[in-house]
């Protein structure tokens, strides 16, 4: 597990968010079926598809630059899901676990944000040119969940506001 190179550095940083991917398929569909808020829930569902999407194309990105995953598990996505379960066991169905659920959501997905943006970085110095152009369609990605999830913060618990959407 030694990193000694840059090279290294991103196929650890690499193993490890797919790590965190893969732990994520299974808290998003718990979180969706935790929340009540429809809208939060289908979005939860949307981005749980987005991330399967995401674990396959870090198989591409390995496959395109000829890398190899080490066993890594992300312990940070671990501790940040954690959290999110000790919401599960402490807040009762409804708006208040909904607004909870989405700050949760939102830690992971600026995690994922901070994590992919130092992977282009990190390939670009490497010239993986291709992997960085697959790297960055899944930053994107996350980008606008975070956006999405900023909007349903907004509007959860409030009723003044139209329905989330
Ligand atoms: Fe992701
Ligand atoms: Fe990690
Ligand atoms: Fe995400």
Request: aromatic share 4%.
């Amino acid at each position: 597990m030694s990193r000694k190179t840059v090279n290294d550095l991103f196929v650890h940083s690499l193993s490890d968010i797919y790590s965190a991917e893969k732990q994520l398929t299974k808290a998003l569909g718990k979180l969706s079926r935790a929340a009540t808020n429809e809208q939060l829930s289908k979005a939860f569902q949307t981005h749980l598809e987005e991330t399967q999407g995401q674990i396959e194309r870090i198989d591409q990105v390995v496959e395109k630059c000829g890398l190899k995953l080490k066993r890594v598990k992300c312990a940070a996505m671990e501790g940040l899901i954690e959290e999110a379960d000790e919401l599960l066991d402490e807040i009762e169905k409804g708006p208040v676990l909904d607004a909870g659920l989405i700050g949760a959501a939102q830690k992971v997905e600026h995690y994922e944000i901070a994590a992919y943006g130092t992977l282009c970085a990190l390939g670009k110095q490497l010239g993986f040119n291709d992997g960085v152009k697959l790297l960055q369609e899944t930053l994107q990605e996350e980008k606008a969940t975070d956006q999405k999830l900023t909007e349903f913060a907004e509007q959860v618990g409030n009723p003044q506001a139209k329905s989330a959407s």
